[in-house]
C-alpha cells in the first residue's frame, strides 16, 4: 500500500479514566496507539502474534492482547493500562505489591501483563485452586521463568481480598523482609 492509499480514522475510547482521541493508521494495532500515541509503555511488544502475553490490557474489564486487536476496535472502549493501577498519588495497587514482596519480578518484562490478568481474575471474587489460576494465567510467558513467584503473588492477594487465613507457605512470606 502506498502512502497515499493509507486510511486513518478517528478512535475516541477512555484510556485509565481519561477520554482520549486520536487519529490511527486503520492497521494499526492497539499495542502500538497506547505505547505511541499515549506513551503507556507499560503495554510490552514481545511476539506480536497474541502468544506471549506481554501486551496485555483490560478492554472492558477482559484481558486482551492488544498486539491482535485493531487500534480501531477500540472505539468507545474503556481500557486500562498498568499505569491505571496506580493510586492518585502513585501508590501501588495490592496486586503490585504482592508481585513485590513475592519476588515475582525479575526483569519485568512480563509483569504488567501478568499483572492486569491478575486483576481480571481477582475481581471475580472466587477463590481459584492452584491448578485453576495455572490455567488462568497460562497466556502468558516469563522468560525469567519466575512462575512460581507469581503464582504466589496472585494466590496471597485473592486470599486476602476475600478475607481468608492466608495458607502456611503464604503467610511465611508476610514477614520476610523485601529483597
Ligand atoms: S506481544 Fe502480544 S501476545 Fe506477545
Ligand atoms: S520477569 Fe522477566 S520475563 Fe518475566
Redesign the pocket.
Known sequence: MTEENRQFKQVTCTINGKKRSTVVDVRASLTDMLRNDYRLTSVKKGCEVGECGACTVLIDGEAFDSCIYLAIWAEGKNIVTLEGLDGPNGELSDIQQAFISENA???????PGFILSAKEILETGVLYTDDELRKLLSGH????T?YENILRAVKKTMYKRLGKELPPELAESETRPIS
Request: aromatic letters at 8%; proline letters at 0%; glycine letters at 16%.
Open positions: 519480578i525479575q526483569c519485568g518484562f512480563c509483569s510467558l516469563c522468560r525469567c519466575g
